[in-house]
């Protein structure tokens, strides 16, 4: 049972257009999101993060919004570079604890020149 | 300041062999979680240790899988004799937890397994 859910395994943008990726979540408990990248043959980056008091979160060219209700999660890349072409991957976490989180599969992004 | 470091980064096992995985977290992390990544999956949970204590090892599987981090050197992945589905990508990270913070993992750049 998939808590973390990334349902495009692939996406392909135009350099300078603005990328879109997309994480559902099924546990209403999860209270802190993550965002990380993903290179070949390299471990994930952690790349931006929200919790669960806010909707939106900036940093530079990323920003990603959060809707609670409809337990979504998306990630906004503008504009896109061919350097941002990697694997993204959604995580999610519970706070209180640990904070282990949760991955999903990844979304491949290819941004083309 | 260097980052995770994992090693080695490719091994070749036969089935039947011990793999073992070494893993050197952030300087000043203690906290340590083992990912593993199947081929087309994303990163799955395994264990989370602190110095010479497991956290957390609900994601690991109950036969041939064991981990430790000692109080000094490097964390350890230990699967005993190793079969072709354990052939996978093992992720380390590490985070400096303070209590009440939300933080990140840093991960390294993972171990490659190859069972044969």
């Known amino acids: 049972d998939q808590q973390v859910k990334q349902n495009s395994p692939s996406l392909s943008v135009q350099e300078g257009r603005i990328s879109i990726l997309n994480c559902d979540y099924t546990?209403?408990?999860?209270?802190?999101f993550l965002w990380y990248k993903k290179y070949p043959a390299e471990g994930p980056t952690f790349l931006i993060s929200?919790?669960?008091?806010?909707d939106k979160n900036e940093d530079g060219r990323f920003t990603v919004f959060l809707n609670k209700s409809a337990k979504h999660l998306s990630l906004h890349i503008v504009p896109s570079q061919p350097g941002d072409s990697a694997v993204y991957f959604c995580?999610?976490?519970?706070?209180?604890?640990?904070?282990?989180?949760?991955f999903g599969r990844g979304t491949s992004l290819i941004v083309h020149p | 300041n260097a980052g995770v470091m994992q090693n080695p980064r490719h091994l070749v096992r036969r089935r039947g062999q011990e793999a073992r995985l070494r893993c050197s977290p952030m300087?000043?992390?203690?906290?340590v979680y083992w990912y593993r990544q199947l081929p087309e999956e994303g990163l799955k949970f395994m264990v989370y240790?602190?110095?010479?204590?497991?956290?957390?090892e609900s994601g690991m599987p109950k036969e041939r899988f064991s981990a430790e981090f000692p109080k000094e050197g490097p964390s350890i992945l230990r699967i005993q004799q190793v079969v072709r589905g354990d052939s996978a990508a093992y992720f380390c990270?590490?985070?400096?937890?303070?209590?009440?913070?939300?933080?990140?993992?840093?991960f390294g750049p993972g171990t490659r397994l190859t069972v044969t």
């Open positions: 240790l602190q110095k010479e204590n497991i956290i957390d």
């Open positions: 995580a999610a976490s519970v706070g209180g604890g640990s904070y282990i989180p949760t």
């Open positions: 990270a590490s985070s400096l937890n303070r209590p009440g913070d939300y933080y990140e993992q840093y």
């Open positions: 546990n209403s408990m999860f209270d802190y």
């Open positions: 300087k000043g992390h203690s906290h």
């Open positions: 929200i919790s669960s008091i806010k």
